[in-house]
């Protein structure tokens, strides 16, 4: 992940950088999840790693939220970015409990977690608004048939805005199209976004949060 695809994307003309964590599909196994979050931990100084991440939830339950607190911990005393996923599911249950984390949990400074470096992710139509209001990054993925549409997706963003809201896709799990992105830029277009806008949602909102890593030394 580090060496390998760094080095095959580069040959394409792409500047790779790596986000590690134990995910939270596997963060209930025990002693797995563990063993697993303490290996991980000595390739975070590695020059290409940005962000601590995904964390997060899957089934919402007491096993997920131990790794995903412990993770947190470490990113905050490492100073270091992190992508929380939202879950499948019950995503507004989701919400509430990393509310409560990040309520739960201030410190002398104010709060033990620098919001700003967070970027929740597979943000919905009713998750969007507390993201936001929480100081929070939003991530919104644009998926054929398991995540949103271009369309829910410029809804979501006719209504709250173009500030730290970012879309991007995948090719991974299940039905995926890697072209999602430009497919709704080409639909914002349509919609009368401006070209500042759809560039802000589409690119710049996501330079602006990965930049914030000292790692990541790509520019436009």
Same mark, same amino acid.
């Given at each position: 992940?580090?060496?390998?695809?760094?080095?095959?994307?580069?040959?394409?003309?792409?500047?790779?950088?790596?986000?590690?964590?134990?995910?939270?599909?596997?963060?209930?196994?025990?002693?797995?999840?563990?063993?697993?979050?303490?290996?991980?931990?000595?390739?975070?100084?590695?020059?290409?790693?940005?962000?601590?991440?995904?964390?997060?939830?899957?089934?919402?339950?007491?096993?997920?939220?131990?790794?995903?607190?412990?993770?947190?911990?470490?990113?905050?005393?490492?100073?270091?970015?992190?992508?929380?996923?939202?879950?499948?599911?019950?995503?507004?249950?989701?919400?509430?409990?990393?509310?409560?984390?990040?309520?739960?949990?201030?410190?002398?400074?104010?709060?033990?977690?620098?919001?700003?470096?967070?970027?929740?992710?597979?943000?919905?139509?009713?998750?969007?608004?507390? !993201?936001?209001?929480?100081?929070?990054? &939003? %991530?919104? +993925?644009?998926?054929? $048939?398991? =995540?949103?549409?271009?369309?829910? /997706?410029?809804?979501?963003?006719?209504?709250?805005?173009?500030?730290?809201?970012?879309?991007?896709?995948?090719?991974?799990?299940?039905?995926?199209?890697?072209?999602?992105?430009?497919? !709704?830029?080409?639909?914002?277009?349509? &919609? %009368?976004? +401006?070209?500042?806008? $759809?560039? =802000?949602?589409?690119?710049?909102? /996501?330079?602006?949060?990965?930049?914030?890593?000292?790692?990541?030394?790509?520019?436009?």
């Amino acid at each position: 992940m580090i060496t390998f695809e760094t080095k095959r994307a580069k040959e394409f003309g792409i500047e790779h950088f790596v986000c590690i964590s134990v995910n939270p599909k596997e963060a209930s196994e025990r002693p797995l999840a563990l063993d697993a979050m303490q290996a991980m931990t000595k390739y975070l100084g590695r020059e290409r790693v940005v962000a601590l991440g995904e964390l997060g939830y899957n089934l919402i339950n007491h096993l997920e939220e131990e790794i995903f607190v412990k993770q947190m911990d470490i990113a905050a005393q490492l100073d270091m970015l992190m992508t929380v996923h939202l879950p499948h599911n019950k995503k507004p249950d989701g919400m509430k409990r990393i509310e409560r984390i990040l309520e739960g949990n201030n410190d002398k400074s104010g709060t033990k977690y620098n919001r700003k470096k967070i970027l929740v992710d597979h943000n919905v139509e009713e998750t969007i608004e507390k !993201t936001l209001e929480l100081g929070m990054w &939003a %991530g919104l +993925s644009v998926y054929p $048939i398991t =995540k949103l549409s271009p369309e829910r /997706a410029i809804k979501i963003i006719k209504k709250h805005g173009t500030e730290r809201i970012m879309i991007h896709s995948a090719a991974d799990w299940g039905v995926s199209d890697p072209l999602s992105v430009p497919l !709704t830029a080409r639909e914002m277009r349509k &919609a %009368g976004f +401006s070209t500042s806008d $759809i560039e =802000k949602v589409t690119f710049y909102n /996501a330079y602006e949060f990965f930049k914030q890593s000292p790692k990541f030394t790509w520019k436009p």
